[in-house]
């Protein structure tokens, strides 16, 4: 079966630095890979995707994530964190499950820019 | 372009009653899904629909949980007898195709408390 890990609950970093939000995922196959981020009272934005290729993705809001196959990790990244970016992030998999591709979500990661 | 949309947004219900939640997606968009996000979770599918076939609901509780999709367009997903843990949030989201590797739009979801 396949499974997303997102090893923190919360993350802390200041304004103007750069911030990681990890996640480790388990699938057989190729996977396909997604993050997501989720406002208050809103649902989920898609920040990003790996399908193939370039394993550093560039996505929105000048998020990026580095797909490494050896360490199954696909980590977010931002070299500068504004305050506005505090929210929840969720990394999604894809992969081949019984000939079905279930999207795969981890528990999420609270993102906290301090001023 | 019009987002996901979803409703209601909230619903308070008591246990064995019955609910029922709607949604339409991005115009021409072929995939549907509707997740549930227990407080403190990543999403967990609960059904997949392409056009108005059913992809994939083995996730799906289907001895009180029934989703429809008729027409191909808007979906109704439907509680009956709704028990204490079926509180969460319910969330659509609809995709161009029905490929794996799509982006997924989400709605803003329905929050559902049963007492």
């Known amino acids: 079966a396949q499974s997303v890990a997102q090893p923190e609950d919360q993350v802390n970093v200041a304004e103007g630095n750069p911030l990681t939000v990890k996640c480790t995922y388990s699938?057989?196959?190729?996977?396909?890979l997604f993050w997501y981020v989720q406002y208050p009272n809103r649902g989920l934005q898609f920040l990003l995707k790996?399908?193939?290729?370039?394993?550093l993705v560039k996505g929105s809001y000048g998020f990026e994530a580095e797909f490494n196959k050896s360490q199954t990790s696909f980590h977010l990244k931002k070299p500068s964190a504004l305050v506005s970016d505090s929210a929840l992030y969720f990394c999604?998999?894809?992969?081949?499950?019984?000939?079905?591709?279930?999207?795969?979500f981890g528990r999420g990661t609270s993102l906290i820019v301090h001023p | 372009e019009a987002g996901v949309a979803q409703s209601p947004r909230y619903k308070i219900i008591e246990k064995r009653q019955s609910v029922a939640f709607w949604c339409n997606p991005i115009?021409?968009?072929?995939?549907l899904y509707w997740y549930q996000q227990i407080l403190g979770q990543g999403p967990k599918l609960l059904i997949q629909?392409?056009?108005?076939?059913?992809?994939?609901d083995s996730q799906l509780p289907k001895d009180r949980f029934s989703a429809e999709r008729l027409k191909g367009v808007d979906s109704t997903l439907k509680i009956q007898p709704a028990k204490l843990e079926d509180s969460a949030v319910y969330l659509c989201?609809?995709?161009?195709?029905?490929?794996?590797?799509?982006?997924?739009?989400f709605g803003p979801g329905t929050r559902l408390t049963v007492l």
């Open positions: 999604a998999v894809r992969g081949e499950s019984g000939g079905s591709y279930i999207p795969t």
């Open positions: 699938v057989s196959g190729n996977p396909y």
């Open positions: 629909f392409q056009n108005n076939g059913v992809v994939d």
């Open positions: 989201a609809s995709s161009f195709g029905g490929l794996s590797t799509d982006t997924q739009y």
């Open positions: 790996y399908i193939t290729g370039d394993n």
């Open positions: 115009s021409g968009h072929a995939t």
